[in-house]
């Protein structure tokens, strides 16, 4: 909870809590309780409908999953939510677009080539939104965008272990700060 509220104070106004964290379905209810309006609380890693309804029914905004789940991308249109589906083949891709997702999370990304996967991919779909994630860091996030990315995932590297552990909260802040100053050089709002 704390280093997601330092994300946010960091300036990232999204924030996605996975199904892997613990208690996951109690921290997306907080953060959606506690949280300002204009911070986006979504939920990751997400499988299945029944599981997306949870998390919907928890306060969920949007749902992000590493693969392709039809029935959870028709429940999230249902109730009028955002989804990104993952895909990493150019099949994937396309059929996670044809399934409805909004946008297509390339994942995992930074191991199969990382920007230049990317890049690859937009040029045989630039209709498709993609956001890679896995391999994004304060190094490599200018190149992915640079490639054709919507968005960026970025999870290990905004939230090292090492920083969670010592309770660094400032730390992450920081960190928030940095790869949002990156991507305004890049791309300014």
Not at 7 to 18: F, L
Not at 94 to 109: L, M, N, Q, R, Y
């Amino acid at each position: 909870m704390a280093a997601a509220r330092a994300v946010c104070a960091g300036g990232i106004p999204i924030v996605e809590v996975t199904m892997t964290v613990p208690d996951a379905l109690d921290a997306i209810r907080e953060l959606a309780q506690t949280t300002p309006r204009d911070v986006l609380i979504g939920a990751g890693t997400v499988l299945d409908a029944a599981t997306a309804r949870q998390c919907f029914d928890a306060g969920a905004q949007f749902l992000v999953s590493p693969i392709l789940d039809p029935d959870t991308i028709e429940l999230a249109k249902k109730l009028d939510k955002l989804t990104m589906a993952g895909g990493l083949t150019p099949n994937e891709v396309v059929a996670a677009w044809k399934a409805g997702t909004d946008f297509v999370k390339i994942f995992p990304c930074g191991s199969v080539g990382g920007a230049a996967h990317i890049k690859a991919l937009k040029a045989a779909f630039p209709q498709i939104p993609m956001v890679p994630t896995g391999g994004v860091n304060l190094q490599t996030a200018v190149q992915f965008l640079e490639a054709g990315a919507s968005a960026l995932g970025i999870g290990g590297e905004l939230m090292p272990a090492e920083m969670l552990k010592r309770g660094d909260m400032a730390a992450i802040e920081d960190l928030a700060r940095k790869y949002v100053a990156l991507i305004r050089r890049h791309q300014p709002i």
